[in-house]
């Protein structure tokens, strides 16, 4: 399902990577909440396509439910939080997903 590198992205990577690219700075999807906008797969799947290929779009924006950044890149995430003013939770190391989940709408 998602190809190796050597050949690129299948479809539906190609759809994940869109819909994180089109994150608004500022703003957060979490694993699931980006499954359900295209419609297919689930936060797995979307962990894996962001794990083969995420480093090519802002993959900061992406969150587990709870806020928790992406598992590995917890202090990098971070400085991007601060750098693009996304909200954080009084602990400063989680995103305020009240406040910060994106709908995928264009408005931000």
């Known amino acids: ?10 479809d539906y990577a190609e759809e994940v990577l869109a819909v994180v690219e089109r994150i608004p700075p500022g703003r957060v999807m979490a694993y699931g909440d980006i499954a359900e906008y295209v419609g297919r797969g689930g936060p797995r799947q979307v962990g894996a396509v962001m794990s083969a290929w ?4 802002p993959w900061w924006r992406v969150v587990r439910a709870d806020g928790r950044p992406p598992p590995c890149h917890g202090g990098q995430a971070l400085s991007h939080y601060v750098a ?25």
Do not use: Q
């Open 84 to 108: 693009e003013g996304t909200p954080l939770r009084p602990s400063g190391e989680r995103v305020n997903m009240r406040e910060a989940r994106w709908d995928g709408e264009t408005r931000t």
């Open 1 to 10: 399902m998602f190809e190796s590198e050597e050949s690129g992205p299948d």
């Open 54 to 57: 995420g480093g090519a779009v």
